[in-house]
Antibody
Framework: QVQLLQSGAEVKRPGASVKISCKTS????????LHWVRQAPGQGLEYMGI????????TYAQQFQGRVSMTRDTSTATVFMELNSLGSDDTAVYYC?????????????WGQGTMVTVSS | EIVLTQSPGTLSLSPGERATLSCRAS???????LVWYQQKLGQAPRLLIY???SRATGIPDRFSGSGSGTDFTLTISRLEPEDFAVYYC?????????FGQGTKVEV
């Protein structure tokens, strides 16, 4: 069964950066693009972007362009999401997610979520 | 960007009742690209329905999806106690992915 294991909770100051990891297992890493979605406390889901694990190419949602970077380490089958210039409205749970099939955007496996708190 | 509006915001029902959740899009959405998730408190979303009407693996047949164009519906034929949760629709197309704001199904 596909597993996506994310790194632990983070507390950051405004203006700082955060880097979250998502380690994959139980499937071939290059098989699926991986996505990131976030959810502010008590709010809905917000799509952040996608990374191709094979090429490392990325596409980011417009509202995060210039502030987010998604990378991967093929040796450990891990993807990373780094968000810069954090503000209080970046306080959220961040999820990595795998699609049903490559090129699709219906997410059938999710990481457990990483809580990021931005506070002075 | 396509905006998805879900209604109602909250649905108060009892176990055994039928739940009908609506997701309306600001522009036409391909039926292939309309998805429904269930989310319980403190958990990641769970895929229920993809391509508007196909049930994901392991999803009970009391869950069904329908619709096309700009109007989509998730129906739960008979609510079980474990179905009380928040439900989100999602669309993807034109290099854009958006979610509805969610419908809470409560007792």
């Amino acid at each position: 069964q596909v597993q996506l294991l994310q790194s632990g909770a983070e507390v950051k100051r405004p203006g700082a950066s955060v880097k979250i990891s998502c380690k994959t297992s139980e499937y071939t890493f290059n098989t699926f693009f991986l996505h990131w979605v976030r959810q502010a406390p008590g709010q809905g889901l917000e799509y952040m972007g996608i990374i191709n694990p094979t090429r490392g190419s990325t596409t980011y949602a417009q509202q995060f362009q210039g502030r987010v970077s998604m990378t991967r380490d093929t040796s450990t089958a891990t993807v990373f999401m780094e968000l810069n210039s954090l503000g209080s409205d970046d306080t959220a749970v961040y999820y990595c997610a795998k699609p049903l099939w490559n090129g699709d955007y219906a997410f059938d496996s999710w990481g457990q979520g990483t809580m990021v708190t931005v506070s002075s | 960007e396509i905006v998805l509006t879900q209604s109602p915001g909250t649905l108060s029902l009892s176990p055994g009742e039928r739940a009908t959740l609506s997701c309306r899009a600001s522009q036409t959405v391909s039926s292939n690209y309309l998805v429904w998730y269930q989310q319980k408190l403190g958990q990641a979303p769970r895929l229920l329905i993809y391509s508007s009407s196909s049930r994901a693996t392991g999803i009970p047949d009391r869950f069904s999806g329908s619709g096309s164009g700009t109007d989509f519906t998730l129906t739960i034929s008979r609510l079980e106690p474990e179905d009380f949760a928040v439900y989100y629709c999602q669309q993807y197309g034109s290099s854009s992915v958006t979610f509805g704001q969610g419908t809470k199904v409560e007792v």
